[in-house]
């Protein structure tokens, strides 16, 4: 189940059923758990933490130093969650005393190649993110989210759940849950409603998610007045409440 040419720490702590293919270094403050597979010429280093059933393919880095020049060596960390495919290429940075200390990503993502995820990204659940997508460091990403391949996210932008954004979007503003968006600059276009549906929202939910993009785009509304009737209603519709936590999150202002 390990190759003998991988190296691990004896301070690593490897769970029963790990695979880890050939020429792989472990380092000493790594934890992965059971039925993860390591393919060859992976590296994982730092205070790296990682769940179950995880598919991490060739030439991965995992857990390096962030690419931030206060960083000055501070045992801050990365945790990946569970069942998450992890593509050639990519690489995925630990976090930052400035932050949260944490980079963390949660269960059942779907990473291709060559994804980057900055210091202090927080990454939700069932996201995807094709070849070649950049996040910023303290980038936040909700549940569900896509971000087609080559598309960049700004330092400290927030992508509410179950949000689109189109291949080559240059992402340097908050884009509120569901909505489906991009360019250069990334604008709005509607929301998800075909995704939506597919995951089972019913078409009373989705009325109002429509009507709530109606308040932020199409109505004139200041912003914290949308924010104010967006809230009401949630009051009766669960399926708003993502964007009171998003409000809340979102400091950049929101694409336009």
Known sequence: MIHETAIIHPGAKIASGVEIG???????????????????????????????????FQFV???EVPQDKKYAGEPTRLEIGD?????????????????????????DNWFMASVHIGHDCQVGSNTIMANNVTLGGHVHIGDFSILGGLAAVHQFCVIGPHCMAGG????????????????????????????????????????????????????????????RLIAEQAEQVVELRPFLSFFELAKRGIIR
């Open 61 to 63: 880095s995992l857990g």
């Open 168 to 227: 080559g979007s240059i992402i340097t503003q908050d884009i509120p849950p569901y909505v489906i968006s991009n360019g250069s600059p990334c604008t709005p276009h509607g929301i998800n409603s075909e995704g939506l549906r597919r995951r089972g929202f019913s078409a009373e939910a989705i009325l109002a998610i429509k009507r709530a993009y109606k308040q932020i785009y199409r109505q004139n509304l200041p912003l914290d007045e949308a924010k």
């Open 83 to 107: 069942r998450n495919s992890i593509r050639e290429y990519c690489n995925f940075n630990i976090g930052t005393i400035q932050d949260a200390g944490v980079t963390r990503i949660g269960d």
């Open 22 to 56: 050939p020429y792989s270094i472990i380092g000493e403050h790594v934890e992965i758990g059971e039925g993860t597979v390591v393919a060859s010429h992976v590296v994982i280093k730092g205070h790296t933490r990682i769940g179950r059933d995880n598919r991490i």
